[in-house]
């Protein structure tokens, strides 16, 4: 059987980026910095700009975090191809990574555009506010949660597996 090509993994890839791109292009255009709007109980759209990592991490830095989180990306994302490359026949892992791949370079855009990252979804529950997040962020949460499950329970390997043969005797 030939091995699958990673071309349905990309185009995935390429959806998440199209899907953040347009959710933030939206927002963009309907909201000023720092609104709020009211959702739901526990949800609210909300436009926000970080400059930093993940929960504002770096947010303050003076800026050279911008072209080192790029870098980072841009580095993670073509190792993520060179593994979508090694394992694409593999389902779970494939889509975990092709998520955390779209959501990188969906991330990417807004920095090199930006220079800050646009946030725009916020959850939040008896008072508590969880920090806004995008597409994007989401796609990379996804895509990682998958990572963890695929190792945790995913098929074991035959490094792993105790092998045994119906003839073998004990």
């Given at each position: 059987?030939?091995?699958?090509?990673?071309?349905?993994w990309?185009?995935?890839?390429?959806?998440?980026i199209?899907?953040?791109?347009?959710?933030?292009?939206?927002?963009?255009?309907?909201?000023?910095?720092?609104?709020?709007?009211?959702?739901a109980?526990?949800?609210n759209?909300?436009?926000?700009f970080?400059?930093?990592?993940?929960f504002?991490?770096?947010?303050?830095?003076?800026?050279?975090?911008?072209?080192?989180?790029?870098?980072?990306?841009?580095?993670?994302?073509?190792?993520?191809?060179?593994?979508?490359?090694?394992?694409?026949?593999?389902?779970?892992?494939?889509?975990?990574?092709?998520?955390?791949?779209?959501?990188?370079?969906?991330?990417?855009?807004?920095?090199?555009?930006?220079?800050?990252?646009?946030?725009?979804?916020?959850?939040?529950?008896?008072?508590?506010?969880?920090?806004?997040?995008?597409i994007?962020?989401?796609?990379?949460?996804?895509?990682?949660?998958?990572?963890?499950?695929?190792?945790?329970?995913?098929?074991?390997?035959?490094?792993?597996?105790?092998?045994?043969?119906?003839?073998?005797?004990?």
């Amino acid at each position: 059987m030939p091995a699958r090509s990673i071309k349905p993994w990309l185009w995935l890839a390429g959806l998440v980026i199209l899907l953040d791109q347009l959710s933030k292009w939206i927002v963009l255009g309907a909201m000023r910095p720092g609104e709020t709007r009211y959702v739901a109980p526990f949800f609210n759209w909300v436009l926000a700009f970080n400059p930093g990592a993940a929960f504002s991490f770096l947010s303050d830095a003076g800026g050279w975090q911008r072209w080192f989180f790029t870098a980072l990306a841009l580095g993670v994302s073509g190792w993520i191809v060179y593994l979508l490359r090694q394992h694409r026949n593999e389902f779970r892992l494939s889509l975990a990574l092709t998520l955390v791949l779209g959501g990188a370079l969906g991330n990417v855009i807004d920095r090199i555009r930006f220079g800050v990252v646009v946030d725009f979804i916020q959850w939040h529950a008896a008072g508590y506010y969880w920090p806004a997040f995008n597409i994007a962020d989401s796609a990379i949460t996804l895509g990682a949660a998958l990572l963890i499950w695929d190792q945790l329970f995913g098929k074991p390997t035959s490094d792993n597996a105790v092998e045994s043969s119906p003839n073998q005797t004990k």
